[in-house]
């Protein structure tokens, strides 16, 4: 799936949606940042902060994002990164984030679906695995994803396994 053939598929959107560029991690990371501790932090202890801290900003996941193993899309509103998603593994959603400002606008939505779509038809995969975070387990309920097992914590960060046949 091409940059050109997302936006098309997408068109009737305000937004565009496309594989994030090199010069896009940084505003991107800040973007997940700022809403994970707006949103999400609550949920966990301070052990749990540091964790996605490090992890968004970790040098072996940038060289992966580089060198195209660790893929990631972005949503724009024009020129401002309004929504991220990541993946991993072929078929493991690693991150998905949407600015405040757009939240219940379809943007988490369509970025899930369009890497749902890469993940089927690229990466021949049948089965999207996420490990949620408390504050996001209704969103992939409702959007055909059930959960494997209970919540889980490792590191201070609690998530609950889900997956969703394609």
């Given at each position: 799936m091409g940059d050109d053939?997302?936006?098309k598929l997408f068109k009737e959107t305000?937004?565009?949606y496309r594989w994030a560029r090199k010069e896009?991690?940084?505003p991107a990371m800040?973007?997940?940042?700022?809403?994970?501790?707006?949103?999400?932090?609550?949920?966990?202890?301070?052990?749990?902060?540091?964790?996605?801290?490090?992890?968004?900003?970790?040098?072996d996941i940038y060289r992966a994002f580089l060198n195209g193993t660790y893929r990631m899309m972005v949503a724009?509103?024009?020129?401002?990164?309004?929504?991220v998603a990541s993946l991993r593994n072929r078929n493991i959603l690693s991150l998905l984030f949407v600015d405040e400002q757009y939240h219940r606008k379809g943007v988490g939505s369509v970025l899930l679906e369009l890497l749902g779509s890469y993940v089927k038809d690229t990466n021949k995969?049948?089965?999207?695995?996420?490990?949620?975070?408390?504050?996001?387990v209704a969103f992939?309920?409702?959007?055909?994803?059930?959960?494997?097992?209970?919540e889980q914590e490792k590191g201070g960060i609690?998530?609950?396994?889900?997956e969703k046949v394609l």
């Open positions: 053939e997302i936006i305000p937004y565009d896009e991690w940084k800040m973007m997940v940042w700022k809403t994970f501790m707006k949103f999400e932090s609550p949920d966990y202890s301070q052990e749990g902060i540091r964790e996605f801290f490090e992890f968004i900003t970790d040098d724009l509103d024009g020129d401002r990164i309004i929504g995969e049948f089965i999207f695995h996420v490990k949620a975070a408390p504050y996001a992939y309920r409702n959007r055909g994803f059930r959960a494997t097992s209970d609690r998530v609950t396994p889900m």
